[in-house]
């Protein structure tokens, strides 16, 4: 377990591998902990880091920083503090795709690649649940039937509920379509074609701008929210693939693991 202080509390972040810089954030209901099968999978090639948002994990609860300019912010400062050189890939899920996003439209020079995954594309991809007041029940009732996973159920009880609750409010209100019209870095959006937690994205509502020979969607099949624990080693080569993607060519998960999925 490693910490370090940003803005007077206290950071936990791990850190795994040796290579080109590639740092994970996670969503509104995990921490860094489910990341760690893909660190693993790209340590060979890659220096990999993932901390606990502000209100997660074993980072501050600190309710002033629940925000999405707080989390920008808490980026731009842990690549800083650890003194990250290099361009940087940045892998986040929901609320953390949104944040390694922005993030890359505004350091067009400090991002080379993203994987968003599960990103929130229009105003109404939110459910509503995460912000209207039943956060604790619909969280608890998700996390144990739709989602039960060992690296979720370990962390759950660290989760500050109303971390959840501030930051899915605000961005209810976000629109990231004309991010990905404007980001310039290699881009893949990763959905799954299950997820109760965000709406997958349909026809037209990922701009015709973002879809050049530098961008990739891909929708995994019988997959829920969290397809980095779903389909591991799926989830995992679509990674490997991207990040070491010196041709740009398409992306997408092969046929044996499309039957193997089903």
């Given at each position: 377990m490693s910490v370090t202080v940003i803005n007077d509390n206290f950071v936990h972040y791990e850190v795994f591998g040796r290579g080109k810089p590639v740092i994970f954030l996670h969503g509104w209901l995990g921490s860094w902990r489910y990341w760690w099968p893909s660190m693993q999978a790209l340590s060979k090639h890659n220096r990999t880091f993932a901390y606990d948002l502000w209100g997660f994990?074993?980072?501050?609860?600190?309710?002033?920083?629940?925000?999405?300019?707080?989390?920008?912010?808490?980026?731009?400062?842990?690549?800083?503090?650890?003194?990250i050189s290099g361009t940087l890939t940045l892998i986040g899920h929901d609320v953390g795709a949104a944040v390694a996003l922005r993030f890359a439209?505004?350091?067009?020079?400090?991002?080379?690649?993203?994987?968003?995954?599960?990103?929130?594309?229009?105003?109404?991809?939110?459910?509503?649940?995460?912000?209207?007041?039943?956060?604790?029940?619909?969280?608890?009732?998700?996390?144990?039937?739709s989602a039960a996973f060992p690296e979720l159920e370990q962390e759950s009880g660290k989760h500050d509920l109303s971390a959840i609750c501030a930051v899915a409010s605000q961005l209810l209100n976000y629109d990231f379509a004309l991010d990905l019209e404007q980001i310039t870095c290699q881009v893949m959006l990763v959905f799954g074609d299950r997820d109760a937690i965000i709406k997958v994205p349909e026809n037209g509502a990922v701009p015709q701008?973002?879809?050049?020979?530098?961008?990739?969607?891909?929708?995994?099949e019988g997959c829920n929210h969290f397809p980095m624990l779903e389909n591991t080693a799926v989830f995992n080569r679509l990674l490997e693939d991207f990040i070491h993607n010196e041709e740009q060519v398409t992306i997408a998960p092969k046929d044996y693991w499309q039957r193997r999925t089903r």
């Amino acid at each position: 377990m490693s910490v370090t202080v940003i803005n007077d509390n206290f950071v936990h972040y791990e850190v795994f591998g040796r290579g080109k810089p590639v740092i994970f954030l996670h969503g509104w209901l995990g921490s860094w902990r489910y990341w760690w099968p893909s660190m693993q999978a790209l340590s060979k090639h890659n220096r990999t880091f993932a901390y606990d948002l502000w209100g997660f994990g074993d980072s501050g609860k600190v309710t002033s920083k629940y925000s999405f300019e707080a989390y920008l912010d808490m980026l731009e400062q842990f690549v800083e503090r650890l003194g990250i050189s290099g361009t940087l890939t940045l892998i986040g899920h929901d609320v953390g795709a949104a944040v390694a996003l922005r993030f890359a439209r505004l350091n067009p020079d400090l991002v080379e690649r993203v994987v968003a995954v599960s990103l929130p594309v229009g105003t109404d991809a939110i459910n509503q649940n995460l912000a209207n007041g039943k956060t604790e029940s619909f969280v608890s009732r998700y996390l144990t039937k739709s989602a039960a996973f060992p690296e979720l159920e370990q962390e759950s009880g660290k989760h500050d509920l109303s971390a959840i609750c501030a930051v899915a409010s605000q961005l209810l209100n976000y629109d990231f379509a004309l991010d990905l019209e404007q980001i310039t870095c290699q881009v893949m959006l990763v959905f799954g074609d299950r997820d109760a937690i965000i709406k997958v994205p349909e026809n037209g509502a990922v701009p015709q701008a973002f879809l050049d020979d530098n961008r990739h969607v891909v929708m995994l099949e019988g997959c829920n929210h969290f397809p980095m624990l779903e389909n591991t080693a799926v989830f995992n080569r679509l990674l490997e693939d991207f990040i070491h993607n010196e041709e740009q060519v398409t992306i997408a998960p092969k046929d044996y693991w499309q039957r193997r999925t089903r």
